[in-house]
């Protein structure tokens, strides 16, 4: 009798045992979809209030290169005095404080962009450098002229950042 009655309660609580799984798997399932969704709704908010400050990094970027391009940067910096080597450091310090000026715009944009921005940064100096070291250059106006000469044959090291910063750009889309 008492066996018949623990198969008893034993029949009883089997519906509710499964019953319990389903509705625990279910839950779980439940609690995980929203806890997805709120994760994709703040992604998104956050995505809405970081694109504009994304944007004008780029922006500022731009502005950067397009600055720092040697064309531009001996046309906006006139030679003090017919120094060379005075004139180069005055190049080289105005684009080292316009890199200095925007180095928080690499927390918004990508790894690979800052390092090409980087990288043309440097050449740049080094186009400067090399042209100050050529026999012919003997004055700060001279150099100017190098320089200008060297960029006339070849693309400047801001042209091949600025093009890969576009495309960049472009992805965001």
């Known amino acids: 009798m008492e066996t018949n009655r623990l198969i008893d309660l034993f029949l009883f609580a089997i519906p509710s045992i499964i019953t319990g799984i ?15 969704k709120r994760r994709f709704l ?6 809405v209030n970081a694109l504009p400050m994304r944007l004008q990094a780029y922006e500022r970027m731009v502005l950067f290169l397009e600055r720092m391009a040697p064309s531009s940067l001996l ?10 080597d005075a004139y180069e450091s005055l190049i080289i310090q105005s684009i ?30 080094q186009l400067i450098r090399k042209a100050n070291s050529l026999e012919k250059t003997d004055t700060a106006n001279k150099l100017r002229e190098v320089v200008l000469t060297e960029m006339m044959d070849r693309r400047s090291p801001s042209d091949a950042a600025l093009s890969f910063l576009k495309e960049e750009v472009s992805d965001l889309w």
């Open 22 to 36: 389903i509705a625990y798997h279910f839950f779980k399932e439940h609690i995980k979809n929203e806890d997805g």
């Open 75 to 84: 046309i906006r910096i006139p030679p003090i005095s017919s120094d060379k």
């Open 42 to 47: 703040l992604k998104k908010e956050l995505q």
């Open 96 to 125: 080292e404080q316009e890199y200095e000026h925007n180095l928080t715009q690499q927390v918004y944009i990508s790894e690979k962009c800052w390092s090409i921005i980087n990288a043309s940064k440097n050449a740049t100096i």
